[in-house]
């Protein structure tokens, strides 16, 4: 039996905690130099904060460089971060970040400032501002089988993945529900969609428990 509609904001959260790891010891992220041709090294999380005033629970990733390099929600996959390519048709969610004691300060490319407590636990960022939970996304394991049929939470969406790696996809786009289907493949933290008339996208996506986040939207298992 799956569980009420109204029921799956609070459990998505209570997931996301789940998957942070138990500890609370204080410690820096270590920054290293890149060259200006390189894609820095860095983490990459998967941050969600639950309105308790409207029970909406808002998804978004982040990575953070080993440079100081910041982009939120990347565009042309991860594992590694492209960040030329996200600077080109991304950039107002780049920027670069500095982490002094329990705060971040992040710099937007649009000049934007932003400073948020944080909070850890065995040394990794655990809450980014009040309730933002904020859990390390180290990619799926090589041998991860994605099938199944996948309802979106009140966004009108649909995928479902076959095991012979095709897939069908329903969202609502620009007023319609939009239909596509092709193949996929998943590595790392990357769902890569090729559609049936030739073109790609690239997507991120995470595992909780059954259910999947894909991009900015939670999906569930449907059975």
Do not use: H
């Not at 997931?15 to 860095?42: D, M, R, Y």
């Not at 705060?103 to 636990?121: C, H, N, R, Y």
């Not at 041998?143 to 012979?164: Q, R, V």
């Amino acid at each position: 039996m799956r569980i009420k509609s109204t029921l799956l904001p609070a459990v998505l959260l209570i997931s996301l905690i789940a998957c942070s790891q138990s500890g609370s010891k204080t410690k820096k992220i270590a920054s290293k130099k890149t060259t200006a041709t390189q894609s820095p090294n860095g983490r990459l999380y998967l941050r969600s904060i639950m309105y308790i005033t409207t029970g909406k629970v808002d998804l978004s990733w982040y990575y953070l460089g080993d440079d100081g390099t910041l982009v939120k929600n990347p565009k042309n996959g991860v594992q590694p971060v492209n960040i030329k390519a996200e600077k080109l048709n991304n950039s107002n969610n780049t920027g670069s970040y500095k982490i002094t004691g329990s705060k971040i300060e992040i710099k937007w490319a649009t000049g934007d400032v932003s400073v948020l407590p944080l909070k850890f636990k065995n040394g990794d960022i655990s809450e980014m501002d009040v309730m933002g939970t904020m859990v390390r996304q180290k990619g799926l394991p090589e041998d991860f089988a994605l099938n199944g049929s996948f309802k979106g939470f009140n966004n009108g969406g649909a995928y479902i993945f076959e095991t012979d790696g095709s897939f069908a996809r329903s969202l609502y786009e620009n007023g319609a529900q939009v239909e596509k289907n092709g193949t996929f493949s998943v590595k790392g933290n990357n769902l890569i969609l090729t559609f049936s008339d030739g073109s790609k996208e690239q997507c991120l996506i995470a595992r909780l428990d059954e259910d999947l986040v894909i991009n900015t939207s939670f999906y569930t298992l449907e059975l």
